[in-house]
């Protein structure tokens, strides 16, 4: 009642200013909702476009989109041309290289390019400059030395062996490993060295086998029916009786390194040799691994370790070829090697030059140990014959497994399955003792089987649990060795083949000589023994081979 005109003035002006203030703030607030729900139709519409599939790799053009700063419509925008085939992502990782190289490898130039054309993976010449391989050379002949190095340089490059020999622990071993692979019974032409594969090293020699013109092709072909020179193959073949024909398969030798290190870049297998063969020459691997051990040894500067043994899944002449390579001489008994195997008066000091030493892969050997119970002549200590239908009663009696889980363990069927050969050693390494109830004659076979027991829990335990030290593993190798003397002296072959006793102590024996080996190469380094054998070229290299470098 005491303001003036001028002040009531003023208060009118302050509430029209506050009236015009909420009126555009419900403004703005409308047209805020307004585009927030705008904007959540078109997530809903993006997330129904990314769930439609129609596009591939959709995430590498929101990750465009993304660093362009693009908003959810210029998104769908890009998805809808994208769709007409308009618009193309070309933002590629390391691994749709990877996946299309993969493709070309497995499938060839058809299956990438139907990769690149459906999946929106990169094309195979993109592929082919960001990936820049070098395959291995496949030898028409014997191996040279030339070819070994020419590999073990893709094996191991330089760049890959410089950032190795950066973290200063490059001391220590490493092995070679052979086996075979197989595939079909042709002549191959390879266009990177103009020559033809397929032919066996052992009588190809006297044939040539660069491709000038097709009288090489028709004059292998003569040879190959007048059985002077063969196609590398095996004797087992497969039949197809619908059709009446053989299929006849190629066998390959192929040599590996694989070093002994925690380092998952270096104990994987690196394959360097690859060579067909026929094998029917009496030592065929004898030259062939000594030339493989020389590239070995000029290859070892660079990589500061040295070749510790020769692996392998236990063949019959490559057994013997590795026996002429490693069983020459003795240790010198003043050598740091020798001090650290020390003296004992039941082990084989014999190796060959470099302290070069012969290895059999574990699993090939424990399949053995079962086969040899599921033979026919079966298994035989002091004097008693552990017949199929022995060991099953004795399962039966200490409630093992089951009548049925016990005859699949001792079926002869399928006698290369690890799983039934660990089953059946683990069953018979926990056999109970023999209880006063049974009958003498029960007693005794029970306490022949708790010798087996012993001796089976030995080797498993050595490769089997993951909580034993170093020292414990060779203790459990040591006490299975004079089991294994002691059967082998009392029953000879009975107790098992010549040739599994040999391998047996041959593997024994390598573990040791690696042990020491390292303690001499590096005293601050480690060793595990799951390393040695051929196992990791079976696992890792064998089923890339194939298709690589054959067809």
Request: aromatic share 6%.
């Amino acid at each position: 009642m005491w303001l003036t005109m001028a002040d009531i003035t003023t208060i009118l002006h302050l509430k029209n200013e506050q009236l015009n203030q909420l009126r555009l703030a419900g403004l703005n607030m409308a047209q805020s909702l307004l585009t927030r729900a705008r904007q959540i139709t078109a997530l809903n519409h993006f997330v129904v476009a990314v769930g439609e599939g129609k596009v591939p790799r959709m995430h590498s053009l929101v990750s465009i989109s993304r660093k362009a700063g693009d908003s959810i419509y210029a998104i769908l925008e890009k998805y809808d041309q994208a769709v007409h085939q308009v618009y193309r992502p070309m933002s590629y990782e390391e691994q749709d290289f990877q996946r299309v190289f993969l493709f070309h490898k497995l499938g060839g130039v058809a299956v990438a390019e139907l990769a690149h054309r459906t999946f929106g993976l990169p094309s195979i010449g993109t592929t082919r400059r960001h990936i820049v391989t070098q395959p291995l050379v496949a030898s028409p002949k014997m191996p040279t030395i030339a070819e070994m190095t020419q590999n073990l340089e893709h094996a191991f490059p330089k760049p890959e062996v410089s950032a190795i020999l950066s973290t200063g622990r490059c001391r220590g071993g490493f092995q070679m490993m052979a086996d075979e692979i197989k595939t079909e019974t042709r002549m191959r032409w390879d266009a990177r060295t103009n020559m033809i594969l397929g032919i066996c090293r052992e009588h190809g020699k006297t044939y040539g086998l660069e491709f000038k013109s097709m009288a090489q092709a028709f004059a292998l072909r003569d040879g190959i029916a007048n059985n002077k020179v063969h196609l590398a193959t095996e004797v087992s073949c497969l039949h197809f009786s619908h059709q009446q024909s053989e299929l006849v398969l190629y066998k390959a030798t192929v040599l590996a390194v694989s070093v002994f290190s925690d380092d998952p870049r270096l104990y994987g297998a690196r394959p360097f040799v690859i060579s067909g063969t026929c094998k029917r020459e009496e030592v065929p691997s004898q030259t062939l691994l000594k030339n493989a051990c020389e590239a070995l040894s000029a290859k070892s500067p660079d990589i500061c370790r040295r070749l510790y043994s020769l692996a392998s899944d236990g063949d019959t002449k490559r057994r013997r070829a590795t026996a002429l390579l490693t069983l020459i001489s003795k240790v010198m008994s003043d050598s740091p090697l020798h001090e650290k195997l020390g003296i004992m008066s039941l082990f084989n000091y014999l190796c060959g030059k470099n302290d070069l030493t012969g290895d059999i892969d574990y699993k090939h050997i424990l399949k053995r140990l079962r086969n040899t119970l599921l033979r026919l002549k079966c298994m035989t200590l002091d004097g008693v014959v552990l017949t199929p239908q022995l060991i099953k009663a004795h399962l039966l009696n200490a409630s093992m497994l089951d009548e049925r889980g016990i005859n699949a363990l001792l079926s002869p069927k399928d006698k290369q399955d690890v799983k039934l050969m660990y089953d059946l050693l683990t069953s018979i390494a926990c056999l109970p003792d023999a209880d006063a109830t049974n009958s003498p004659a029960e007693q005794q076979t029970r306490g022949l089987l708790v010798l087996l027991r012993k001796l089976y829990a030995h080797l498993l335990e050595a490769y089997t649990n993951i909580d034993l030290t170093l020292h414990q593993q060779l203790t459990h190798l040591s006490a299975a060795a004079h089991l294994i003397i002691a059967f082998y002296a009392k029953e000879k072959g009975g107790s098992m083949p010549s040739q599994l006793y040999f391998d047996l102590m041959t593997m024994i024996k390598n573990a040791y000589f690696c042990v020491a080996k390292t303690q001499v190469d590096d005293p601050e380094g480690s060793f595990w023994i799951i390393l040695l054998g051929s196992d990791p070229l079976e696992a890792l290299v064998l089923p890339r081979l194939q298709p690589t470098f054959f067809n």
